[in-house]
């Protein structure tokens, strides 16, 4: 059967006022900045693959097992990634059981009843899109984009510059770009307190004459915007996507040629990696590493220090304070479940993960195994770090429940499951 191709955008901003998810303080949305989309690319040939992204901060297997029951697609064909902004809604993530118990304070009480209006609101978009196939053409695009974020404890680290491009225009020439870079979207920081997409949603009106412009992100577990933005505001966060968009146009207008829709070759594998939870601290430890560094913000902010080197320390004390939350919390968890995707493409593979990936894990191995990672996708358990980031005691390796090395021995497990793909 040839492959045909649908695609559309689903306004799913959640009804307001809202609490916004995120950071760990209570913020009441009464207003939206900007609409929040789902956005659906249905691929129809001998069997139907749908990716949906979504501008949530994040989502867990709820949403997932819903979507899969509304439209009969399941794993491995259904693929599901969240933006990662931090001014989106709260309650898209349940926070009373598994990895993520006890961190309502960041994630808010699970909101079922929008969670499954978002499921019939995407499962109504796929019925359409059944009906809305079409030929297409296709070409896949590679490059950098730079600026947007980098490293987010020294700018000077390396970290995931790269970026991936799929444009697909069908038979009636609309426009699609599917495109994954690697930033976290805190253009807008805790003091916000209106709903948006932040630069991934401010990217799509960068494109005029496209239909849809899907941003799903990369490993940039430990990258953000810290050292690159200017301020937190909105027309910051529109400069920031203006300067990625304007790189991908420069992408876009390579001579790369179009291909048939019928060349391309579209497989999806998936897989499930047992990986090491982390041996919590007693809480009387949890607390006293608050307390220290509490007292550590507290003296900086007496003694003047610099935006930037506040920052950090505030980041410090919040890895602590979500440590302290899991402590208080813990399930025993001894191990945890990660669904890995490998979405075959003729030049390139996308290894999807549901995790704050590390771009120092993932840089690595990109070359060798011709791969792009993609976080946030299928799931959602916190952060990935490196090894290092535990030496540092840096906030994603406390806010991770994994132990110190689980992240290069996910990695290695991941080549080792890619290498019998190719067989």
């Not at 796929?126 to 490293?151: A, M, N």
């Not at 006293?288 to 506040?310: I, M």
């Not at 994603?396 to 080792?416: C, H, T």
């Amino acid at each position: 059967m040839t492959m045909q191709v649908s695609f559309e955008k689903i306004d799913v901003t959640p009804a307001l006022p809202i609490r916004l998810s995120g950071f760990g303080k209570v913020r009441w949305a009464q207003t939206a900045h900007d609409p929040l989309y789902a956005r659906l690319l249905l691929f129809s040939g001998e069997q139907e693959t749908l990716w949906i992204q979504i501008d949530w901060c994040a989502a867990d297997a709820m949403l997932y097992q819903q979507i899969a029951e509304l439209t009969g697609i399941h794993t491995p064909n259904l693929i599901l990634s969240t933006t990662h902004t931090h001014s989106g809604p709260c309650g898209t993530v349940r926070c009373d059981q598994g990895i993520l118990k006890g961190l309502d304070p960041v994630f808010g009480d699970y909101n079922a009843c929008y969670v499954m209006e978002t499921a019939r609101r995407i499962a109504d978009g796929v019925q359409r899109l059944r009906t809305q196939k079409q030929p297409f053409e296709w070409r896949i695009l590679r490059g950098t984009v730079s600026g947007l974020g980098t490293d987010r404890h020294d700018p000077k680290l390396p970290s995931d510059q790269d970026a991936f491009l799929l444009e697909l225009i069908t038979q009636d020439q609309k426009r699609c770009l599917w495109t994954r870079m690697a930033c976290h979207p805190t253009v807008l920081n805790g003091e916000n307190l209106m709903l948006s997409a932040d630069f991934p949603g401010a990217l799509e009106t960068c494109f005029e004459d496209a239909e849809l412009v899907a941003f799903v992100n990369g490993s940039c577990g430990d990258m953000s915007t810290r050292f690159t933005r200017r301020e937190s505001s909105f027309a910051e966060m529109e400069r920031l996507a203006r300067m990625a968009a304007d790189q991908l146009k420069t992408l876009l207008n390579q001579p790369e040629p179009l291909s048939p829709g019928e060349s391309l070759t579209l497989g999806v594998h998936q897989n499930t990696f047992r990986v090491k939870a982390k041996v919590l601290d007693p809480v009387e430890v949890a607390e006293e590493k608050v307390r220290t560094l509490s007292a550590q913000v507290e003296q900086a902010r007496r003694e003047g220090a610099d935006a930037q080197a506040l920052r950090l320390l505030e980041s410090l004390k919040e890895g602590a304070e979500n440590n302290l939350l899991s402590c208080r919390n813990a399930s025993g968890l001894r191990e945890i479940p990660l669904s890995v995707s490998c979405i075959r493409l003729p030049s390139v593979n996308l290894i999807t993960v549901p995790v704050e990936l590390f771009s120092k894990l993932s840089n690595p191995v990109k070359t060798r195994w011709n791969a792009e990672f993609i976080g946030y996708t299928n799931g959602y358990s916190l952060y990935m770090a490196d090894e290092n980031a535990f030496d540092q005691q840096f906030y994603e390796a406390m806010s991770s429940p994994f132990e110190k090395g689980a992240g290069e021995q996910l990695i290695r497990e991941i080549g080792d499951w890619l290498a019998t793909l190719k067989k």
